[in-house]
């Protein structure tokens, strides 16, 4: 429930601070914060490798405000765009992250782009990182980027539209969609319990600092509920 730098310096201010004598004012609690960003994606990438063999990637949408104010909005600007959102069939003023889970639900891979980045352009963020079966949503749907990936050992998988012919075996396909909807739980739960899906931050670079935060939470989390 606390979900920025001044939520959390006033928690731990107000009940925690026998544990941090040295807590200091929250203007430098929040520089703290910000220049320990690199630390916290070194802690997601080696304590939370992208080591298995199958991965589930998705996106979802990250409004920057509501949409009436889309138009005049001044925070992200230049960096957040106009998207659609398949799932509410809505436009929207913001950003588009990018979810990579393993089958155990932790999250091995983020990426945030503008809302209107073809989602396809994010997958060869992934080429250096993850190997195997990556499984992904109709927006991810090309036989040039899964060539491409292929040629990076990833067998990049996605469900088809209904009027194109699938020649893969059924029951594969029903394994494929029971295992991609490991991410859409991952993602709720992102949005529910670390409001993922809020920005609080006025730029790219202090939103993504907070996502690494977020993302690590919710790793520490599963494990601790999965022990």
Not at 87 to 95: I, N
Request: proline share 4%.
């Amino acid at each position: 429930g606390r979900h920025d730098d001044a939520a959390i310096h006033r928690y731990f201010d107000g009940h925690w601070r026998p544990f941090f004598p040295e807590l200091g004012s929250y203007q430098a609690f929040a520089r703290q914060c910000a220049a320990l960003s690199l630390i916290k994606h070194r802690i997601l990438d080696l304590v939370f490798p992208a080591s298995d063999t199958i991965h589930v990637l998705d996106g979802f949408p990250i409004p920057v405000c509501r949409a009436c104010r889309g138009h005049r909005c001044r925070t992200f600007r230049g960096e957040a765009a106009w998207g659609c959102c398949a799932t509410k069939k809505e436009h929207f003023y913001g950003l588009r992250g990018h979810l990579v889970i393993n089958l155990a639900g932790l999250a091995v891979a983020f990426t945030v782009t503008a809302a209107n980045v073809d989602e396809r352009e994010v997958v060869p963020n992934l080429y250096d990182k993850i190997r195997g079966l990556l499984i992904g949503d109709k927006g991810f749907i090309s036989e040039e980027l899964k060539a491409e990936a292929a040629a990076h050992a990833i067998d990049l998988q996605t469900l088809l539209r209904k009027n194109m012919p699938d020649p893969r075996d059924p029951d594969t396909l029903a394994r494929l969609m029971r295992i991609r909807r490991a991410v859409e739980t991952a993602i709720g739960k992102l949005s529910e319990m670390f409001a993922a899906q809020t920005t609080k931050a006025r730029d790219l670079r202090g939103f993504v600092n907070r996502m690494a935060r977020k993302l690590l939470a919710y790793n520490f989390s599963l494990m601790a509920a999965q022990s």
